[in-house]
């Protein structure tokens, strides 16, 4: 499976911006697929994943109620709607997929992951 993600850009804080992650290769239908990003001189943290249905999501703490996540399984595509950004939502953002059933937070769980698409966010 091949992850292209897109959609990054500089918004000022309080805006918006919505990530996409395409991919080709192999349909993701049966893939949880996540959402992670890493600022400079940081780790890599888990910001939100999906079930292989999107019946299932999970967020982080920091991003709860102000991200969304979701899929269109028939345009094997999934988003990232993230509203009221902040400067701390900076970072380079990383979409990735396991084989069977559930997002994870866990990046380990993850066998592909996309380039990753740059958001930064200004004060």
């Known amino acids: 499976v091949q992850l292209q993600a897109s959609g990054g850009g500089l918004v000022q804080a309080g805006g918006s911006l919505r990530l996409s992650c395409a991919a080709n290769?192999?349909?993701?239908?049966?893939?949880?697929m996540g959402w992670f990003r890493q600022a400079p001189g940081k780790e890599r943290e888990f910001v939100a994943a999906i079930s292989w249905s999107g019946g299932s999501t999970n967020y982080a703490d920091s991003v709860k109620g102000r991200f969304t996540i979701s899929r269109d399984n028939a345009k094997n595509t999934m988003y990232l709607q993230m509203n009221s950004l902040k400067p701390e939502d900076t970072a380079v953002y990383y979409c990735a997929a396991k084989p069977y059933g559930s997002g994870s937070d866990l990046g380990r769980m993850y066998d592909y992951w996309g380039q990753g698409t740059q958001v930064t966010v200004s004060s």
């Open positions: 290769g192999r349909t993701i239908s049966r893939y949880g």
